[in-house]
């Protein structure tokens, strides 16, 4: 793959040029057949292997890449990211909760790229769904060190056993490997480090004082973003619904993300806070992990973290791709940081807001999706031609297998919803409707 397609796929993905650490990856996954890659979150890691895996392995090998990642949620930001280089290439992703069903059937179409869980990745192995293994090409394993630390180290050897004849195999970890298990087979692997103090991400952090009613103060903290993305960190499920529910009385779009939520739930979450319906997700350390939104300015610890390792994946959220953000610690009148908290010298006294910020998208559900071979340009025209929406107004558009969710202008939606009604996409009639 030359330079220029590198930055054809790239602009495709919305970045202008290569980060110097994608630039050092690219080169050394070009000479070495064993990689071990240790960089932070948001450093634009995943976009540096997918683009090493496309030019390292050919087009039209069934399984050619199989990436393998140790949570749903980083498996379908992966996805997303692969999708965003809009290669042409056919990929697959499999996951637990997913449809075992519908996983098989897209397997048995030979894709050329393979994104699972261990777990769901050995259970098609072992079922023989996934035809061909042997000719995989590159496996690539994110967060190595957490896949381990999930008790995955069983299922890691049989994938290792199963794809006999790899040419190449990356590791990619965020903290320091002490040893690399001898069923990888990479004695000698090329160690890429790009954790240096240089790569430090530009994170502000901010103390903000309260008085008495601390849902107040992210109230009135979150105001003053004025609809600038923020993630607001709890520690328990029942804590992020009762602090999503009371912001929501308040006038704020919020949405919940917690383990507690169905997959469907989850994956409404995260479209609406990426398409801007919402731009306050208010979750708990589940959101710590896998979530790539370059957007994301803020960060707030409605609840100080549990340990060190918490708090520095919380504030990795913001930051990312060399962008700037803030980390807000919210402080009482009997707050006492853990050690692991250096308190900022920099405060931030809120005031009153004098407006509520509304989003200017809402997402629309659409009862069809990949099953039904409906794609995005079906939905772009359907709209325009029968919604009497402008082009430059539909938001982002996600397909799932069964659903469509798309974001549209919010102060709008009510006309749109009365002219699509009744009328046929792709022959059908279906349900659309402003999503749950």
Known sequence: MRETDHLVLLQHAGHSSLLPMQSAFLKAAKEYESLALYAETGSGKTLAFLLAALEA???????????IAPSRELCLQIEQVFRSLRTGRNAVICYGGHSVRTESNRLANFPEVLIATPGRLCDHLRNERIPHA???QMLIIDEFDKCLEAGFSEEMHAIFDAFPYLKKKVLVSATNLAEIPTYCRMSTPFILDERSADNEPDIREVVVPYKKDVKEAVFNLLCHFNNE????????REVSEDLAAALSDLGLVTTCYH??????ERERALIKFRNDSTNILVCTDLGSRGLDIPEIRHVIHYQLPSSEEAYVHRKGRTARMGANGHSYLLKGTDTQFPFYITEPEEQFKVGVPL????????TIYVSAGKKDKVNKVDIVGFFIQQGGVNKTDIGLITVLD???YVALPSKSTGAILEAVRDKKLKGKRLKIAVSK
Not at 229 to 236: G, L
């Open 229 to 236: 993305k923020a993630i607001v960190f709890c520690n328990y």
């Open 259 to 264: 383990g507690g939520l169905e997959q469907d």
């Open 57 to 67: 392995v050919p087009e039209r090998v069934p399984n050619g890449i199989v990436v």
């Open 355 to 362: 407006i509520v910020p509304k989003p200017k998208k809402r």
């Open 402 to 404: 069964n659903s469509v």
């Open 134 to 136: 042997d000719l995989t």
